[in-house]
């Protein structure tokens, strides 16, 4: 196991497009994260799932997004009619409770 | 008020010298905390996790976490030019709340 993998590294999307990202935690982690940093900024959270459970969900994440993570394994986030506002770095972190939070290197997203 | 408060710097100190980064958080139920390093367009890297008040020690790093005054501290002995990096804390409730990160570069 390599750690937090995260797809595509980096998105480049004209506005209005919709855009998926996609997060395969470490295996044995039941937790799994997105945060959303934009530079000069710590991550900021957006929802978090224990397995198959979207347990939170932060008001940064508008209807426009949605995240799911249907057998309790990897997990997806879309987000639809990208904004220009959207663009930052999308990050991934998955634990076994509080052990082991461990982050993913990010898909970096610019809208045009 | 942010949950978690930490000044962004930039910090520049000679390779060398002794590091102090700081954070202040608001929540007393906060019961991890946490360093990340993070290099630029990379994601954190967990650098120290503590859970109680007091000082843990990993190499040239020593993390402390004082819960009566909500303050955690990292230090950094003999910096090197490689330690140069975006230095961010985080505590902990169900998820986790970071400072803005502080910038830090060791000049050789």
């Known amino acids: 196991d390599t750690g937090v993998s995260q797809n595509p590294r980096h998105k480049i999307t004209k506005r209005g497009q919709n855009v998926t990202f996609r997060c395969d935690p470490i295996s044995e982690h039941n937790r799994l994260y997105w945060y959303r940093q934009t530079l000069g900024q710590g991550p900021e959270f957006l929802t978090y799932?224990?397995?198959?459970?979207?347990?939170?969900k932060s008001r940064l994440l508008s209807d426009r997004f949605s995240a799911e993570r249907p057998k309790g394994s990897f997990s997806t986030l879309e987000i639809q009619r990208t904004e220009q506002g959207d663009s930052a770095m999308y990050l991934c972190?998955?634990?076994?409770?509080?052990?082991?939070?461990?982050f993913g290197s990010g898909t970096r997203l610019t809208v045009v | 008020q942010k949950e978690v408060e930490q000044d962004p710097g930039p910090l520049s100190v000679p390779e060398g010298a002794i590091v102090s980064l700081n954070c202040t958080y608001s929540?007393?139920?906060?019961?991890?905390f946490m360093w990340y390093r993070q290099y630029s367009r990379k994601g954190p890297e967990l650098l120290m996790y503590t859970y109680s008040s007091g000082n843990k020690e990993d190499g040239r790093f020593t993390a402390q976490v004082d819960k009566s005054s909500k303050y955690i501290s990292l230090f950094i002995r003999d910096s090197q030019p490689s330690d140069s990096a975006t230095y961010l804390c985080a505590c902990t409730g169900n998820q986790f709340y970071f400072g803005t990160g502080t910038s830090l570069t060791v000049i050789p």
């Open positions: 929540n007393s139920a906060f019961q991890y």
């Open positions: 972190a998955s634990s076994y409770g509080n052990n082991g939070y461990t």
């Open positions: 799932f224990q397995n198959e459970a979207q347990l939170e």
